[in-house]
């Protein structure tokens, strides 16, 4: 008896409160493949696009590649030297000091206070903190491409002389070496076809 109440019981509950049931399926699946087609119909239009941009650019004729222009390179102590062009010969009474800066590159001072910035031929073999023994000379000028600067036994042609700028030597603490002083050396110029020597 009390089995058949309970039974009731329930059947009466079920029909109270009838379960809730999703009629339609779960579809996840279908939010896939509407995003899998959004996906291909957004690569099929940049296709096309791209299509679109090569024809204009096959239309417009082949672009040339044009690289930008490199920088004037300046030699790394050019910036020591005073505006304006170098000198073409500079009158020589001493030699009051020299300041290597590399193999080919120093300040030589030809007065107290007149450093001039000298840069020596390739091929100069000496090393770079040797300081010049001798100023060779053709007659009291110096003269770039001609006269020579001794180190050691290594004899470098002068190969530019440009005044340099005070000011920026004295703020980057660029003075002569302490070294033995540097000897002018007259050297003989070549003699002619009349076997006389040359002017200087």
């Not at 010969?89 to 290597?100: I, K, Q």
């Not at 770079?128 to 004899?155: I, K, M, N, T, Y």
């Amino acid at each position: 008896m009390r089995r058949h109440i309970g039974l009731a019981v329930a059947a009466m509950r079920c029909r109270r409160f009838p379960p809730v049931v999703d009629p339609a399926p779960p579809d996840r699946w279908l939010a896939g493949v509407f995003v899998y087609r959004l996906l291909g119909c957004l690569g099929v239009a940049a296709a096309l696009c791209g299509l679109a941009q090569a024809g204009g650019a096959a239309a417009a004729g082949p672009a040339v590649a044009t690289a930008p222009a490199p920088a004037a390179q300046r030699p790394p102590y050019a910036r020591l030297a005073l505006a304006g062009p170098p000198p073409k010969a500079l009158r020589v009474f001493r030699v009051y000091g020299w300041h290597s800066l590399d193999a080919r590159t120093g300040l030589l001072w030809l007065g107290v206070d007149e450093p001039y910035l000298i840069g020596l031929r390739a091929g100069c073999r000496r090393p770079p903190a040797q300081p010049p023994s001798a100023l060779l000379l053709h007659g009291r000028h110096l003269q770039a491409g001609r006269d020579r600067l001794q180190f050691g036994a290594a004899a470098c042609v002068v190969d530019s002389v440009q005044a340099a700028d005070r000011n920026k030597l004295r703020d980057l603490a660029l003075l002569p070496d302490v070294i033995p002083a540097i000897r002018l050396v007259q050297e003989t110029p070549p003699r002619g076809p009349t076997g006389r020597g040359g002017k200087s």
